[in-house]
């Protein structure tokens, strides 16, 4: 079956514009991920969604970035007001379930430059 | 804090022979999943290999393999007959049982393969 998928690929946005970043799972997949993979922080988790609830949002830098999941699929990845420091590559994951051994499948990532 | 350390930032091969990464991590938890991911320059986060700390036996898929000291939380990649296509960025990860499947990455160690 088809893999992870995110949209759009690249990003180019003027400082303080809101951008929204979109992650299709793989079907069936209930647990999904977002990271982000920067210079100067490398891959450092954002957030996870089991179904349509976050357990967990602590990787989320500031109150700017937003993310919701609908019908147990798709994912929006919001940041408000985008900042230079913004600029990073945001990559979503998903796995069958949300337990730590699962093998959780990367999109190819949205690489996001705030000018 | 729960961190993982890869000590190489670059490593080069050359082709047909073998390589090891390094990498070490630190958690206070038993029940723990570790995961090597490749990263190509076409960013798409490839699962290597993984080990679940609760198995003695080292894992091993086809070229590839790991030498995991739980005592000394190491958690090492040995790729035999290094290929072109082993050219990537490697990332080391772990997760614990109760995290949800959150990953903690290293800083990631680039590999070269040399014709």
């Known amino acids: 079956g088809a893999g992870v998928s995110q949209s759009p690929s690249n990003k180019v946005t003027e400082k303080g514009k809101d951008v929204e970043l979109r992650c299709d799972p793989i079907s069936g997949h209930t647990a999904l991920y977002w990271y982000r993979q920067s210079l100067g922080q490398g891959l450092e988790f954002l957030i996870y969604f089991q179904g349509n609830s976050a357990p967990d949002k602590s990787g989320l830098p500031s109150d700017r970035f937003s993310a919701e999941r609908t019908g147990g699929s798709v994912s929006t990845l919001t940041i408000q007001r985008t900042q230079q420091e913004d600029s990073a590559v945001y990559l979503c994951?998903?796995?069958?379930?949300?337990?730590?051994?699962?093998?959780?499948?990367f999109g190819p990532g949205t690489r996001l430059l705030v000018l | 804090a729960q961190t993982v350390t890869q000590s190489q930032p670059e490593m080069s091969v050359q082709e047909a022979e073998t390589v090891t990464l390094s990498c070490t991590y630190d958690?206070?938890?038993?029940?723990?999943?570790l995961f090597w991911y490749k990263q190509p320059p076409s960013r798409q986060m490839i699962l290597v290999i993984r080990q679940e700390a609760y198995k003695q036996q080292n894992a091993t898929e086809n070229r590839f393999s790991v030498n995991f000291q739980k005592a000394a939380k190491s958690f090492s990649l040995k790729i035999s007959d290094s290929q072109l296509g082993d050219a990537a960025m490697y990332f080391c990860?772990?997760?614990?049982?109760?995290?949800?499947?959150?990953?903690?990455f290293g800083q990631g160690t680039e590999l070269s393969v040399k014709p």
């Open positions: 958690t206070s938890e038993s029940d723990y999943y």
């Open positions: 994951a998903s796995s069958l379930l949300m337990w730590g051994r699962e093998t959780q499948y």
């Open positions: 990860a772990y997760t614990t049982y109760n995290q949800g499947g959150k990953l903690i």
